[in-house]
């Protein structure tokens, strides 16, 4: 390594299982990162909670309780966040910055709901915010939104970003098994946390849905505006039906304009051609779906979680700060020229499946198809099987509003012949 580098200090605040990794490669590719960075990168600070912990690999000396000595060091030039949450997370990063440090963060809560004020303070203090592992963990999709596909049009997003989801539904998919069960093993294998809720209900994609929306179409989003649904009322009879329609159910951040130059962002589970690309996404897998006006339609595969795969995402963002640093340069600032409006969740258009349990006689079906006509709901498919008296009855929609579905949903539960009406999924990624 040339030794007339210059210096730049790095200082990280958490060494859970993703600054672990980070702490790992910084040491052993110190050479490799340096040489691309054009500085000597060193590791001097890490702020954790309980040093006591055993953390091979790492030199115990480095370790610190006191998270503001990190963040007001002023030898250290590149913040590492990497401890979750929002406070002190919050409060440590807007120090680091107007303290003149870069900041790279895996923090996507944080992003998701304080993301303005951060920007707002990055640019005044003339630092980097970097924040590529806060989505999809390995998988570069915020670099290629924020500078790649700047000179284009992005129409729409479609994103498999959790990867505890996508892991239950794979399984429940191929093996027939029940979400419960299923939940049980991705918690027994330490992809879901022991309170999965995050997870399952949708609040981690939310997050991520808000960070994409926001970069690609140059608005400020947050996790407030996004309609999310878990998939925790997803059942086996739901996962059967996709499957004999040839379809798979999958949870998806989705992120799209609307005619009216709008946004829709959404979570949701979504019923999805198996010959659509996400929909041969597996197990714990992510994906990020983008469709530009001029570049067409391009994917992102890869690693969304776990130590090794995130820190790559964290040190990609390390050295590209660090060049800018070096150079005396800045990467590109929050864009939120467009203040577009979000669309409430009541007038998203999409196509439905409705599955429901009817009495099995004469006038059903025309009183059924009536209550979707009189909301104004175009029927494209019905599929009816026969148990006994009782029918189950699979209809497919076409393109409603939100709002014209649940005021027909709410029609049907209250027919005398209507047994039940037992889900409502979205159907995505098929001809209108
Ligand atoms: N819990 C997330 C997932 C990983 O299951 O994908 C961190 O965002």
């Given at each position: 390594m040339n030794s007339a580098l210059p210096v730049l200090k790095i200082g990280m605040l958490g060494a859970g299982v993703v600054g672990g990794q980070v702490a790992r490669l910084l040491s052993e590719d110190q050479r490799e990162l340096s040489t691309r960075s054009g500085a000597r990168l060193v590791l001097t600070k890490i702020a954790v909670r309980d040093i006591s912990v055993a953390r091979p690999g790492i030199d115990p000396s480095l370790f610190t309780t006191d998270a503001d000595s990190v963040v007001n060091d002023p030898e250290i030039d590149i913040v590492i966040e990497v401890m979750g949450g929002i406070e002190p997370a919050r409060t440590l990063i807007?120090?680091?910055?107007?303290?003149?440090?870069?900041?790279?963060?895996?923090?996507?809560?944080?992003?998701?709901?304080?993301?303005?004020?951060?920007?707002?303070?990055?640019?005044?203090?003339?630092?980097?915010?970097?924040?590529?592992?806060?989505?999809?963990?390995?998988?570069?999709?915020?670099?290629?939104l924020r500078e790649s596909l700047v000179g284009d049009h992005v129409t729409r997003i479609m994103g498999i970003v959790n990867g505890t989801t996508n892991f239950i539904l794979t399984k429940m998919d191929e093996e027939g098994r029940a979400f419960g069960e299923v939940l049980a093993e991705a918690q027994a294998l330490g992809y879901a946390e022991a309170d999965p809720t995050a997870d399952i209900e949708g609040f981690d994609a939310a997050a991520k849905a808000a960070i994409l929306a926001g970069l690609a179409f140059h608005t400020r989003v947050t996790a407030a505006d996004v309609h999310r649904e878990g998939i925790s009322q997803?059942?086996?009879?739901?996962?059967?039906?996709?499957?004999?329609?040839?379809?798979?159910?999958?949870?998806?951040?989705?992120?799209?304009?609307?005619?009216?130059?709008?946004?829709?962002?959404?979570?949701?589970?979504?019923?999805?051609?198996?010959?659509?690309?996400?929909?041969?996404?597996?197990?714990?897998?992510?994906?990020?779906?983008?469709?530009?006006?001029?570049?067409?339609?391009?994917?992102?595969?890869?690693?969304?979680?776990?130590?090794?795969?995130?820190?790559?995402?964290?040190?990609?963002?390390?050295?590209?700060?660090?060049?800018?640093?070096?150079?005396?340069?800045?990467?590109?600032?929050?864009?939120?020229?467009?203040?577009?409006?979000?669309?409430?969740?009541?007038?998203?258009?999409?196509?439905?499946?409705?599955?429901l349990n009817v009495a099995d006689k004469s006038g059903v079906l025309a009183a059924i198809a009536q209550a979707f006509a009189t909301e104004n709901v175009s029927i494209q498919t019905v599929r009816q099987t026969g148990r006994g008296s009782d029918a189950e009855l699979i209809v497919v929609t076409h393109n409603a509003t939100e709002a014209a579905l649940a005021a027909t949903v709410n029609r049907l539960s209250q027919m005398d012949m209507v047994t039940s009406v037992d889900s409502v999924i979205r159907v995505e990624g098929s001809p209108q």
């Open positions: 807007l120090a680091a910055i107007a303290n003149g440090k870069s900041v790279v963060t895996a923090n996507k809560a944080l992003l998701a709901t304080h993301g303005a004020d951060l920007y707002g303070a990055a640019d005044k203090a003339g630092v980097d915010l970097y924040y590529e592992a806060a989505v999809a963990g390995a998988i570069p999709i915020l670099r290629p997803i059942t086996s009879a739901d996962v059967a039906v996709a499957k004999s329609m040839n379809h798979v159910i999958k949870l998806l951040a989705i992120a799209e304009l609307t005619p009216a130059d709008q946004i829709s962002v959404r979570v949701h589970p979504v019923l999805l051609p198996r010959n659509h690309p996400l929909a041969s996404v597996r197990d714990a897998f992510n994906a990020v779906f983008v469709e530009a006006e001029s570049a067409g339609e391009l994917m992102f595969y890869g690693r969304g979680a776990g130590g090794a795969p995130t820190a790559s995402a964290v040190l990609g963002d390390v050295v590209a700060v660090a060049r800018h640093r070096t150079g005396g340069a800045v990467g590109p600032r929050e864009s939120d020229y467009a203040d577009r409006a979000i669309v409430p969740i009541g007038q998203t258009n999409t196509k439905y499946l409705i599955r």
